[in-house]
């Protein structure tokens, strides 16, 4: 059953599609469970330092789905929630996509999909050898990971033992062009990260 405060967060996410006259809904709603855990239990971060060092970094590789991650942004304080009312208007910071740089909290700009869990692993390993402990969350798709990069950059964390580094797939079972069965069947999928060296964990993100 949904709280009082996933009933809200959905409802800033419908609003900005309103406002915006654009935006994808489906992936969105999917991921509100998923970040609010993340943002409220797991991550370190300071919203009024968004580049503070020991920051855990967080990147949405399944960039299409940012309404949920601006929504949570603004719930946690990284920028006004009057900004979410001037979501894809021509003087707003929020656009169709995340972008490093513009947007407080967003560590990596996404939308072409497959490039968030290889843009991960190298920030893992890149605080391994700086000897830094912050962690590194990468959220993919489940119709994103039918693209090689995201095994090729699983293999790499595997081979590194980035223990850093954790990967949640948004499992939800659609994608643009059908269900994910019809169109690319992963299943056994938790055997397949299995035998990437990963250590998997299921949840009802709901």
Not at 40 to 51: A, G, I, K, S, T
Not at 78 to 85: D, G, K, Q, T, Y
Not at 108 to 131: E, F, Y
Not at 171 to 185: A, D, F, H, I
Request: charged share 25%; net charge positive; aromatic share 8%.
């Amino acid at each position: 059953m949904l709280d009082d405060r996933s009933k809200s967060l959905r409802r800033l996410v419908l609003e900005m599609v309103e406002v915006g006259g654009r935006g994808h809904i489906g992936p969105a709603l999917s991921l509100i469970e998923i970040l609010r855990v993340l943002y409220d239990f797991f991550l370190r971060y300071r919203p009024d330092q968004p580049h503070w060092p020991n920051r855990d970094r967080f990147i949405l590789s399944k960039g299409h789905g940012c309404l949920a991650l601006y929504a949570i942004l603004a719930d946690k304080g990284f920028f006004e929630r009057s900004e979410l009312s001037r979501f894809c208007q021509p003087e707003s910071i929020l656009g169709g996509h995340p972008e490093r740089g513009k947007i407080p909290g967003v560590e990596a700009s996404t939308g072409s999909l497959g490039h968030g869990l290889p843009i991960g692993v190298g920030m893992a390993l890149a605080a391994k050898i700086r000897k830094q402990s912050h962690r590194v969350v990468v959220v993919t798709g489940d119709g994103e990971i039918n693209e090689g990069s995201i095994w090729e950059s699983a293999m790499s964390a595997a081979k590194h033992k980035l223990n850093n580094l954790s990967v949640i797939v948004d499992y939800n079972k659609l994608q643009s062009y059908g269900t994910v069965r019809e169109v690319m069947n992963l299943e056994p999928l938790v055997d397949k990260w299995k035998s990437f060296g990963f250590k998997v964990q299921e949840v009802d993100g709901h």
